[in-house]
């Protein structure tokens, strides 16, 4: 069977949690691994997705630790979205507190 793996950088500006694992992570960037094999039998070469990882280096007690923590791409969308609505009504509420330029 022949796999290959490709990696990506996500990066989240506010804590964020994963499904299936407890606790916020931090914001920052993370390294995203995916994994797919080779279907066989085709007539073109096309792979399949198999898993996507994410690396979690750890902090304060845990320096020096990384964890690579089995994620699908669907979970990671939807944080990746949530971090995006979080950060656009984070914006949006300060232009709204912004202070008036001029007071008479």
């Not at 290959?4 to 914001?27: C, D, I, K, Q, W």
């Amino acid at each position: 069977m022949n796999m290959r793996s490709s990696r990506l950088m996500v990066t989240f500006a506010n804590p964020f949690a994963l499904a299936g694992y407890p606790g916020e992570l931090l914001p920052g960037d993370y390294e995203v691994v995916v994994e797919e094999e080779l279907l066989q039998g085709l007539s073109f070469e096309a792979y399949r997705r198999v898993a996507t990882y994410m690396l979690v280096h750890g902090r304060r007690g845990r320096v020096g630790r990384t964890e690579l923590r089995l994620i699908t791409q669907n979970d990671l969308d939807e944080a990746l979205s949530r971090d995006r609505a979080i950060a656009k009504d984070g914006t949006d509420s300060e232009a709204a507190l912004s202070p008036q330029e001029d007071q008479q």
